[in-house]
Every structure is written in structure tokens, then in C-alpha cells.
């Protein structure tokens, strides 16, 4: 519902805030004053398309904000969450600025948001009747989901869509199964692939090991060079092999400590240097003919490691993931391999979904054939008491069948209406007439009392072109469905603002060379005058407002 509405610099208004209750708030005030405005500024608030004339001369933008109590409303409630721009409580603000040099900027409790995200979350919180371009009735969709919430169609459209979802999964599972279009040619590659894979890929620890041990045999032949090498510089035949110098070495110290015996411990030194180095050579000389000279096992590895090279480049992968990736390949293979039996439970499943999904939809299209008759003559009669006699109203259903079940069901709606008697019937988005469009919205809205789910709803030139008994029935109903709702509605005829459970009263003044306009909430003493001038126009004399206390005497009494 809406709670409060506020505008700044917007067209003649310098500033207003109004706040609104539940039921049926009218506006009213002279012709010219600007009671449309704030129409047009919730029209703005709903996505409109902004207009820069909108900003108030001399000023740099237009600002307006609405706010709205989502306690009846919990479609916005779930957007908004969806969306994360919930707020704690359980109210919604939203905020548009206009700038007088073009563009706009849009904020859902105040995080900045785009102009479609603001359209999408006031078209769960508003419905705005006069204008084209806001009005969910002109939507097709939105048409057939009415239809189906006065038929009561809800768990029958449900079921509908039920089934037809389910249809769509074992349709997708069976095109997983059968391998896409050549369900034969994918199992041979995939059995070419998984015994390659199953050949040479490795265990994350085993190829670490293979690449330890082909670096070995690589480098064996030097490897075992080097360390004979070795062998030879510290214990060979040479004159300068190292454990000959050694011994030459020890033999000097050793007459150097007989003649002085502090050299003593240097000798031990040696005499351990010795030792160590007839283990260096050991190990040398075991290392190198303990070295794996074998050409064949080095070639083996080689060829292990070049074809997994191979294999990681052509499926785009490390070597080291391909063990994991023949396990995966392995599991579609067995999958597509044993698809046969699955492939007949689900070819069985798809029948019987089928099958189910045309008995739905039969029904369904019977409860909505029922209800579309039934809104038709209801929505005829209420055209009528509107002033709009002659006229007529209808539901077209149109088929609406591919092959294949659809969530929508087997149809989808048209209202078509023809004002006058004798006309023929059009779709109701191509009605040109503000006004008769505003009335026939008015005869739906009342027709499908209690169905529809928005909160607040909004009448424009609901009355042009009426006067006398039936802008009183206009009125009336406009009370009726304030009883359900929240109304908003521009008039100008006092039998509809009589009506109002509040009255917002729009004036206009000139001061010098500005004008403003101004918004009030009117009082019982107030209102009585209002209506009075609605009646009376420039003469006001006493049976004028004893007219006006008994309009709204007895509309306080229905």
C-alpha cells in the first residue's frame, strides 16, 4: 500500500508531501490545477519515461519519492529480497531524480538501482489505469493470469506447469543418455580415449616417479663417468691420486712427532682424514657400477613421458589431471553403455508424462473456456451501469499448441472489448479512449473483486464523459474496491468524490510571475466545501452545500 508520496520542483509543484491510507482517496480541484500530477509523478515512479519538461523552471532537477507498506504485498517482499534491496522493516522507499539537462536516477531503499529494476518491483505494488504505458490489463500475460485467479485455475495451472517442466527434464535426460545425435560414434571415441588413458595416464605419486627415474637414465652414462672418475683422482694409480699424497704426508708428520709430540694430534687427524677417504672411494665406486646403464628401460620411460605429452596436449590438460580425467571418461562411457535400459524406463516416463500433461491441460482449458464466459458477461454487465451501454466485453482464447506440453498451458487470452453496440470486438490494449479505457479497467478490476493480487490501484479520467446516475454507480464502485484495495482516482465529478474514504483537494496560485501548486488533505468542514464548488461551480449558496452534506452523508452510509 502506498503510505506517502513526495515531490520536489516537479512541473508547478515547489515542494509536497502527501500521505495516503487505506480504501478510496480522491483528488480533486479546478480544471488546469494539476490533479493529474500526481499521476504522472507515479507514473515516473513506475518506470515511466522521464521527460525533462517535468522539472520546474529554473530549477536543476525534479525529485520524487514514494514509499509503500509491504504488509499485503509479499510478491515485492521476495523481489526485493531476491534482488537484496530488503530493507529491515517491512516498508519500501523508492526515490527518482530528474535533471533538468536530461537523465535520471533511480534508488530502491536507498541503494541506487537501474530504471527496469524499478518498473519490474512497482509493477507488484501499483497498477496505474488511464495510460498506456502502465497498464498491467494491456499485458497478455498478465490478462491470462487474471483469468486464471477468478476461474480459480491456480492449482490446475500449476499442475500444468508442473508436468510440463517434468516433460522437459526427461526429454533433456534422454538427449543426455542417447550421447546427442550420434550416440554410437561418441561411445567409440570414448572407448579409443579411456584405453589410452587407461594405458598411460598415472597416479599423481607415479608420475613423479617415472620423471625421477627417466632424469636417472638420462644421466647415467655420465653419472657413472664422473664418479670412476672420482674413484680414480682419489685412490688410482697416479702419482697425485689423493690417498698416495696422503700417505706421503702422514709418513713426514709422523717422524715430525717423534722428534716433537704436540704434533701427535695432528697425526690422529690424518690418520681420520684417511679413513674418510677410503669410504668417499667405496661409496664411488659402488655407486658407479651400481648405475643403470639399461638403453631399453631408459627408452620405455621416454616413450611413457612423450605419450602423455602427447595426451595432455590434445585434451587440454596437465598430465598430471589425466588419471582423474580417464575416470570421468570412463564413467560416460559405462553411462552411455548402459544407457539402454535407462533409456526405455525414461522413453516409457516421457509417454506417460505426455499423456498426463493432456489431461491437465484439458482441464485447464475447460475451467478457463468456463471462466472466460462467465467474466465476459459480468464485465458487460458492469460496462453498461458504467455508461457504457451497448458496449461489450469478451475473453478470446486462443489456441496455442507446438507439439510440445507448454508451462502456459494449451491457450493464452485476449480481452476484446467494443464500446458500442453493433461494433465489433478489438483487443483491449488497442482502445484508444482514455477515458473508456479507464471505465472497462474500472468494470474488470470490479468484476474480479478479491483476485487480484495488487495493492494499490490507480484511476485516471475514470470518469470523462459521464455525469448524473452514472458517475454515481461509478463512484460506488470505486468504494467497493477501496473496500479490498487501496484507490487512488482523479476526478472532477462531485458524485465520485463523494465516494472517498479521503480527499486530496489540488489548487493552483499565481504569485507574480511564478505559479505553484499546492496539495492538501481536506477535512469533513473542508470537504463539504469542496464538493459544494464541484456542484455549485462560482455561486456556493446554502441548498448547494445542504446538496453536498447529503452526497456525502449518504456515501458514508453504503
Known sequence: MLTRLSVRNFAVVEAAGIGFGPGLTVVTGETGAGKSLLVDALLLLSGARADTGMVRAGCERAELEAEFDLDRVPAARS?????????EDDACRVRRVIAAEGGSRTWINGRSASLAQLAELTARLIEIHGQHEHQALLDRAAQLRMLDAYGDCGAAAAHVRTLAQRFRDIVARERELSGGEDRSARIALLRHEVAELERWALPADE??????????????????????????????????????????????LERLAGLDPALQPTLELLDNANIQLGEATGTLARYAQGLDLDPERYAEADTHLAALHDLSRRHRMPAVELHAHAAKLRDE???LEGAGEALAKLSALHK???????????????????????????????????GMAGGSFAVDLQPQYSGEPDPEGRERCEFTVSANRGMPLRPLRKVASGGELSRIALAIEVATLGTDATATM????VDAGIGGAVA????????????????????HLPQVAAQGHAHLSVSKTVEGNTTRTYIAELDDKSRHEEIARMLGGVEIDVETRAHAKRMLEKAQAS
Open 79 to 87: 523481489w526485493l529480497s531476491e534482488q537484496a534491496l530488503d530493507d
Open 207 to 252: 608420475l613423479v616417479n617415472l620423471e625421477e627415474r627417466h632424469r636417472h637414465l638420462a644421466n647415467a652414462g655420465k653419472l657413472a663417468e664422473g664418479a670412476s672418475g672420482l674413484v680414480e683422482l682419489l685412490d688410482g694409480d697416479g702419482e697425485f691420486a689423493a690417498a698416495r699424497t696422503l700417505a706421503r704426508a702422514r709418513a713426514e
Open 333 to 335: 562411457l559405462q553411462a
Open 352 to 386: 506417460q508424462c505426455f499423456t498426463d500433461y493432456g489431461t491437465a491441460a484439458a482441464a485447464l482449458s475447460k475451467r478457463r473456456t468456463a471462466a472466460a464466459v462467465k467474466l465476459g458477461k459480468a464485465v458487460t454487465a458492469l460496462m453498461a451501469e458504467l
Open 458 to 461: 490507480v484511476f485516471d479520467e
Open 472 to 491: 454515481e454507480v461509478v463512484g460506488a464502485k470505486l468504494r467497493a474496491l477501496g473496500e479490498r484495495c487501496q484507490v487512488l482516482c482523479v476526478t
